[in-house]
């Protein structure tokens, strides 16, 4: 899809899903931590997933494609996680605290047990959830994530790449001014996704780019005891696909689903993601 910019110039505009059903997250303060925004949809009989956004995103920025589909089947909890979007503004960015907060937006919303999905940098910290709290993860999804974001001078580089990448889209990406050749609710689409991403700032993007390069479950990854699946993009540049097999490898009877796509699979290609998402979701809650 195309618009019309001021100067007449033709530019492509990235098609997203919809947002027109995206619901309004509410303010949650979790005591002794702070405030963060959270959407919270679903049976509430039914069982619990929380769902862990990607670096530079925000909760709903991230699963807002899949978030309804979910919804019929599991009480599904979204919220921005800190120094993302309007999530906890803390002295320090430390991923031990996001699998902190976590728990506690659990305990906030009183959900005793619970599943993690968790994507790219919410990978790491839905790893972190599940090792720190064995007896309330019931199950664990992984997409487009890895153990340790710096093996080797591909994974390295890739990750500067990324974190400057990000940053770079973060100042210089232009809301269309006065689309003429675009439906107004596709432009509406793009605009809501480009205000959520821009609600992290290069600072912070930077700060959390840097605490995810000294991540590494390796050394514990095999301990993991519960049902495990892990969602490969098999197109992308940023995380090795076979970083993103390996995981899968070292946890012990996990599952593995293939989307052909890259990094932003969740919201540029959910046509293909979801579908593995939700099976990789039913994998994990199924006896």
Known sequence: MAVIGPDGARRRLITVPSTAAVPDPVPLDLPGRGRTVVTDVGPRDAPALVLLHSVACTGLLTWYPALHRLARRHRVVVFDQRWHGR????????????????????????????????????????????????ERVTGLVLCSTASNFRRGLRQSVALDVFGRTLRRLRERVKLPAAPTAA???????????LREFRSTTPWEIAVAVDEIGRFDSTPWLHTLRLPAAVVVTTRDRFIAPEHQRS??????????????????????????????LLAAVTSVHTP
């Open 247 to 276: 995981l899968a490898r070292r946890i012990p009877g996990a599952a593995t689903y293939e989307v052909a796509a890259g990094h932003a699979a969740c919201v540029l290609a959910a046509d293909r993601w979801v579908p593995a």
């Open 183 to 193: 439906p107004r609710a596709r432009v509406e689409d793009y605009r809501w996704g």
């Open 87 to 134: 999530g906890i503004r803390s002295p320090e960015f430390r991923l031990a605290d996001c699998a902190a907060d976590v728990v506690a937006v659990a305990d906030a919303l009183g959900i005793g047990r619970f599943a993690v999905g968790g994507y790219s940098m919410g990978g790491m910290v839905g790893q972190l959830v599940a090792r720190a709290e064995p």
